[in-house]
């Protein structure tokens, strides 16, 4: 995109080029046509180094790189993709800096060269360039070579060479060097925290089994946090106006939000309420591979969005890591026992209607981001909200209350996984029916009283 002028120029002089040297060789006899077809046919070829242009388009690679380097979720991979970023580029550098002190000799007729004082014009074209290839990577590192320039123009221009060969050199080695410290300082981080480990649990009394188990999760898992970025891992957001930061909530959150089909329901058509939820309400907490969730048992305060098939539901009593890991390919073919839970779904989703324990225990079997919804907050919320969302909340309560009631009266064992849609439908309807005949009965009554 706006190169299509440069690229059809192009195409046009390699094309009337063409046609001017076949037009040259077939007016060989007349010498007229001949000379005017072969001084054009330079002129053409002059015209052509409108290509050298096309090379402003490298400008554009530096913005491809860091848009490639920006998705390796592995700082030691960036890292040593922006090393070799730099290695690439000075190879290129030297690449043409090899072809212009190639050409400066072998198009010089009138003085001696490099290539006549050496010796070297009876090698081939490619020994020649690997001559000037090398004759140039020395100019940009400390190393020897046999080549030296033999003319004025040559050392001028070896002279320039070498000048900017300095400012090369030093900033490829400045950024080399803070690529290596930052991936030191990021490795010497985690041996210092491994070390301290170390030390806790042999002077704990832990035992060799759990002693174990820890080292492993440490060096397999744990390592893995940094790949997974949270808002709370970022100080920048704290300091960004609040509106700014309600809207990115709001964007970040609401489509999450509205996969719950009370929440839908009740708040979809209210966008102010929907907004402060988001922005107060929710948050995301990232978890690594065997961590829980939560625990059975215990008070349900908060719901959790699933955005990824990472997580297992275990209703067992079953809580030892080492029993997790063993049987992790099991919770696929017994689904009554473990499970994994579906992407794109709601845990705990029954905290926001009742209170709420936990009936099972949920956990990551791989590094994974979870996002959740504090319940207490989302009713200090509606506490505060229109009277018509609250009672219509109640009212929905009120029916999806009574409706596990009555699942769980018919044997069905309730837990924390969500309901399906066939199962809530009626809830919905219900509610939804009662909800519009309150809110018509209060406007009626409101209008008698005017």
Known sequence: RGWFVVDSSLVVLDWMGFLVGELALWSAGNEEVAMTGTAVLRMMRLARFVRIVRLFRLR????????????????????????????IAVMFLNHFVACAWFAIAAYNTDET???????????????????????????????????????????????????????????????????????????????????????????????????????????????????????????????????????????????????????????????????????????????LSGQDIFLQGADAWTAFHVSENHLVYDCSSSFTFNRRRSSARASARTPGFRTRVRENSWLTEMALWCEWKHRGTAWARATTSVTKLDCREVFAI??????????????????????????????????????????????FMRSKRLARMATTALDMRMIGSA
């Open 60 to 87: 554009h690679l530096r913005g491809v790189s860091k848009a490639l380097v920006s998705k390796l979720t592995s700082q030691s991979a960036s890292l040593g993709i922006e090393v070799l970023a730099h290695f």
């Open 113 to 287: 060269t490099w290539i006549r004082d050496g010796e070297f014009d009876r090698l081939t074209q490619m020994q020649c360039y690997v001559l000037a290839l090398h004759w140039s990577l020395t100019q940009f590192a400390p190393s020897t070579q046999n080549i030296a320039p033999s003319n004025t123009l040559e050392r001028t221009f070896a002279c320039v060479v070498v000048l900017v060969g300095l400012l090369v050199f030093s900033s490829v080695v400045s950024s080399i060097t803070g690529a290596i410290n930052q991936l030191r300082v990021t490795n010497m981080r985690a041996l210092s925290e491994e070390r301290k480990i170390r030390e806790f649990l042999t002077t704990r009394g832990i035992s060799v089994e759990l002693y174990g188990s820890i080292q492993a999760f440490f060096k397999h898992t744990y390592r893995k946090k940094h790949e997974w970025v949270c808002e709370s891992d970022i100080p920048f957001f704290d300091q960004i106006p609040q509106t700014m930061l309600i809207q990115m909530h709001t964007d970040m959150y609401t489509v999450k939000l509205i996969t719950s089909d009370g929440i839908r329901m009740l708040f979809s058509g209210y966008m102010p309420l929907m907004r402060q939820i988001c922005h107060t309400a929710m948050s995301e907490s990232s978890f």
């Open 382 to 427: 509606c506490a505060n909200a229109d009277r018509t969302i609250i009672k219509g909340v109640r009212i929905f309560a009120i029916f999806y209350v009574d409706h596990i009631e009555r699942m769980e009266a018919d044997g069905l064992l309730m837990q924390d996984l969500p309901l399906s849609e066939e199962q809530t439908a009626p809830v």
